[in-house]
Every structure is written in structure tokens, then in C-alpha cells.
């Protein structure tokens, strides 16, 4: 092995970029490989999809990253990087003659939109969010550090939960979120729209131990949700360039065959598909936890305790699937105002083309099933307009995501041939609230659960790696044994990415903390 590095961080994920970033700003020598010819993972933005649009191939809307220090501590602003506010960040629409509504990043003027529905709704909504909002923000501390049940219990009940209200708490913490919402909200149409931002998550409405899921609606008005200029890969594009500034390498086209192992299987470095080795002290495996395991580590020997674990982690079926369509114009919600350019204030965000809660139930019932929804429902990103140099001039983009499509298929169908055809269901999903957006659609990339996986290397096709249920969350993600991002099994192997906690999203934490922790133990490993 002719080169050594400190670190070596298999992947270039966000997370897995913000933690070769925090090492190299520390005077680490530090490498990230990544098998793609462009950094960034599921925080990726391409322009080669279809010409002249720059095409998010994962995540789009940043929200929790901002309520982390990272983008300040790793100074990304001065690498390139500028956010774009989406406020409105949430757009329901008139259905049944109900009128249409926003979440506005100002909770009254929320409260003001949510009137015209029900005015009980929008008092009910400025104290939701105040009580959700104070929980949320110990919440989030905690999710800046690797994860213990001591670091759980008192987030929850450090002084966040007084009087009467604990035990009310306590029980929608534990409980579904779909109940919760139910009993804090009359409006059918104020309860549709909170559902479906919260079913984003994963879990459906009806789960147990869900209920904070709904609760993250006061940290989005704390926060924001915000778009990076240029694509959501703009945000992995800045710390590639802040990591070369710091003297880090970073390859593409690099796909990592397998982490080596030395002397009392201690790691010592990683070798390439094509055979070459390089060493290491330390290596990150910043992908899904069941490549690493499974593929990654397949040569080494780990406790078989550790194997079963790994083998019986609940991926689940899939998540859902997107369509990403080059525009020639924006779609046209019925009564809503547009200027010269045809954008709306609907536009900004998060468009919830949910008719109705049980729209939701029954699209999940089909998942379970094991086939595409009958009715899809979408959620709608229009990004040109809050940034146009994403397409050309008088062109739009236009992100519709369908939820619950199930990656393994038992109505004898296979995602490849079916993909036009589900396509085809969710732009039609579109214009039954936008009446003639079909005919604007002038391209469109697809990605089916199946098309993920293979893109991602997303098992299965889930977003957030793993289940975001209550047993695969904090202490228990990925395994109890692996929540602190170490591989004791395998002295200087760590964890970072969806798969390890706070799980999925644009967050940054478990990038954040995988540092900590790498730098914490890092006297050892030199030795």
C-alpha cells in the first residue's frame, strides 16, 4: 500500500461529506471515495437527465440541516453555497369547495390561512405548535449526540413536560400521530395536510410511537424549509469544495470492494473494485448499513450474534417513487393567484395533493398489499419557481412524489414494466387539482422503488434506509450495539449515514456526531 490516510470514508452522502469534513478541518488526512462519477448520494443534483434542467436525483427540500451548526461551523457559504427560503413552505388545496390554505415559515400568519377553514383549527394550531415546538427543540439537542436512553429520557423530561400536560404528552408521544392530529384538529382539511407532511417520515398514520412525527410541524416553522440554490446537490458540491480546500482527496468513480482488516481485526484500510488498496487508520462506511455488513465486510469475520441482527433489520417494502418532469409551464391550482411568470405563492413549497386521510389509508392498504396504489397521492415540488436557473428560459421543473409504492411486487407485475404506467397515475393524480398539467409535461425522468435501489443503493427502495419505527429509532438504530456509530467487532470501523441515528432526511447529525466520535477515539487509533 503505497498511500495512508487517517480516515477513509466509504461514500459521499451528505453525511458521510460533512463527517470527512469536520476530520479534515481538524488536520486529518483524509479520502472519500465515492463509486459514482458525482459526489453526493441521495443529495445529488444532475443536469445530463434531460438537457438544459438541473434534476434533484433524491432528496430536495433541506429542512432539519438548520437546526444543526454545520452549515456555520464548515463556514459552506464561503464554498458556494446559498439557501433559498420556501415560504410558503406548505400549500393545501381547495377541495370540496373547502378553501385552499398555507403553512407560512410566520405561525400567525399560518394561523390566519388556516382560519378561513376553521378558526378553532388555527388557535388549536398556534398551541400545538407552541407545545410541540418546546418539546422538539430538546428533542433535537439530542439528536446532536450519539444517542443514549439517559440522553432520551432527559430530552423528554427535562423541564419540557410541566403539569398537567406530561401525562397528555407523554401518551401522544407514544401513540399514533394520525390520532393525535385527529384529536387536536376539527377541519378534515387542517388534519389531511398535517398527516400527510408527517407520513413523509414513513410510517403510516395508524403507527404507535409515531406521535413526534406530527410534532416536527412546530420545528419546520422554527427552522424553515429551505431550498439550496442550484439543486439540493449544491449542499454536497460546497463541502466537496471545502474538503479540497482542506486537503482532503475526494475520487469518484471510486467503488470501495471491501474494508480490510489486520492484526486483531483492527481496520486497515479499504480495496477498490479494481484491486487497489489503500490504508487507513480508521474507515467511515458512510452507506446502508446492510452493504457495509453484507458486501463490504463479507471477508471479515464478526460475532454471529452481530450477523443475525444485521439479517433481520426491517428495511421494509419500499417507500415510494417520483417522477421528475421538465414543464412548459407551472401547474394551475383553481383560484389561487399567479404573477407575469406564472408562479403562485402555492409554488414555494411543498404542494399536499391529498384529498383526504383515508386517500392516505387506503394508498398504504394497497402497499400492503403489495401493489401500486389505485390512487396515488402526490406531493408536488416546483422548484424553478423560487430558483429559474434550474431549466431554461420560460420552462419549469416540476417533482411529483407518490408515497407507499411497494418496491417487491406480488401482483405478478414487474417496476419495469409498469413504470410508465404508474408514472402516468401520478401526473394524473396532479391534474385532478391542476386541470391541464398533463398537457405541459415535455420530458420526465423516473424513479421507481426498483430504480432507486439500483441509483442509491437504497435496499429495497427505502429513503430512510431503515424503518423510522420507534424500535429502529435512537438507541436501537441500527442495532443497539452499533447506535454509538462504532464497530467494536472491528476496531476503527465506524457508522454515519440514514442507517445509523437520527435516521433519514437532510440532517447532517449523524454526520456531525460519527466526528465527534471518530475524534474522540482518535488518540487510540493513531497508536
Request: net charge neutral; glycine share 12%; charged share 25%.
Amino acid at each position: 500500500m503505497a498511500e495512508v490516510f487517517d480516515v477513509i470514508v466509504v461514500g459521499s452522502g451528505h453525511n458521510g461529506m460533512i463527517t470527512a469534513a469536520y476530520l479534515a478541518r481538524g488536520g486529518m488526512k483524509v479520502a472519500v471515495l465515492e463509486r459514482r462519477p458525482i459526489v453526493g448520494g441521495a443529495v445529488c443534483t444532475q443536469e445530463d437527465l434531460i438537457p438544459g434542467y438541473k434534476i434533484d436525483v433524491g432528496s430536495s427540500a433541506h429542512v432539519m440541516i438548520h437546526q444543526t451548526p454545520v452549515l456555520a461551523e464548515l463556514e459552506l457559504e464561503r464554498h458556494g453555497l446559498e439557501y433559498l427560503e420556501m415560504d410558503p413552505f406548505g400549500f393545501y388545496p381547495s377541495v370540496e369547495g373547502r378553501p385552499s390554505f398555507y403553512f407560512y415559515r410566520d405561525v400567525e400568519r399560518t394561523c390566519e390561512s388556516i382560519a378561513r377553514v376553521s378558526e378553532r383549527d388555527a388557535d388549536a394550531y398556534r398551541e400545538f405548535v407552541g407545545a410541540w415546538g418546546d418539546l422538539n427543540r430538546k428533542v433535537f439537542r439530542a439528536f446532536l449526540r450519539p444517542p443514549t436512553p439517559w440522553n432520551l429520557v432527559r430530552s423528554l423530561f427535562g423541564g419540557s413536560l410541566r403539569g398537567s400536560n406530561r401525562i397528555s404528552m407523554v401518551r401522544h408521544l407514544l401513540g399514533p400521530y394520525g390520532q393525535l392530529v385527529e384529536e387536536t384538529f376539527e377541519s378534515e382539511a387542517v388534519r389531511t395536510a398535517i398527516v400527510w407532511l408527517a407520513a413523509q417520515s414513513g410510517p403510516p398514520p395508524g403507527e404507535p410511537g409515531t406521535g413526534d412525527f406530527a410534532g416536527w410541524q412546530g420545528m419546520y416553522h422554527e427552522s424553515g424549509m429551505k431550498r439550496a440554490r442550484g439543486g439540493s446537490g449544491a449542499l454536497t458540491q460546497a463541502l466537496k469544495r471545502r474538503l479540497v480546500a482542506d486537503g482532503a482527496v475526494v475520487r469518484e468513480n471510486a467503488p470501495v470492494d471491501a474494508i480490510l482488516v489486520g492484526a486483531g481485526k483492527r481496520v486497515r484500510g479499504v480495496r477498490l473494485e479494481g484491486g487497489e488498496e489503500l490504508e487507513a487508520r480508521a474507515v467511515v462506511a458512510a452507506c446502508h448499513v446492510k452493504t457495509t455488513f453484507d458486501r463490504l465486510l463479507r471477508e471479515v469475520t464478526l460475532p454471529d450474534r452481530l450477523r443475525r441482527g444485521i439479517a433481520h433489520l426491517r428495511i421494509g417494502n419500499g417507500f415510494g417513487m417520483i417522477v421528475r418532469c421538465a414543464m412548459s409551464g407551472l401547474p394551475e391550482y383553481t383560484g389561487e393567484p399567479r404573477d407575469e411568470r406564472g408562479v403562485s405563492p402555492a409554488h414555494h413549497g411543498l404542494q399536499l395533493l391529498c384529498p383526504s386521510r383515508q386517500a392516505i389509508e387506503d394508498a398504504h392498504a394497497d402497499f400492503l398489499a403489495g401493489r401500486p396504489p389505485e390512487r396515488p397521492v402526490p406531493l408536488v415540488m416546483t422548484f424553478s419557481a423560487l430558483d429559474p436557473g434550474l431549466a431554461p428560459p420560460d420552462r419549469h421543473l416540476m417533482f411529483v412524489w407518490g408515497q407507499y409504492h411497494p418496491y417487491e411486487l406480488r401482483n405478478g407485475e414487474t417496476w419495469d414494466g409498469i413504470a410508465d404506467r404508474e408514472a402516468d397515475k401520478l401526473i394524473d393524480a396532479v391534474e385532478a387539482f391542476a386541470p391541464g398539467t398533463r398537457a405541459k409535461v415535455l420530458d420526465r425522468y423516473i424513479q421507481t422503488p426498483l430504480d432507486i435501489e439500483r441509483l442509491h443503493g437504497m435496499h429495497r427502495g427505502n429513503v430512510m434506509h431503515l424503518e423510522m419505527s420507534l424500535d429502529q429509532m435512537f438507541c436501537f438504530r441500527p442495532l443497539p450495539e452499533l447506535a454509538d456509530y462504532r464497530v467494536r467487532s472491528v476496531p476503527g470501523l465506524f457508522l454515519t449515514g440514514a442507517s445509523t441515528h437520527p435516521g433519514g432526511g437532510v440532517w447532517g447529525a449523524s454526520g456531525y456526531n460519527t466526528a465527534a466520535v471518530v475524534r474522540r477515539d482518535w488518540r487510540r487509533l493513531r497508536r
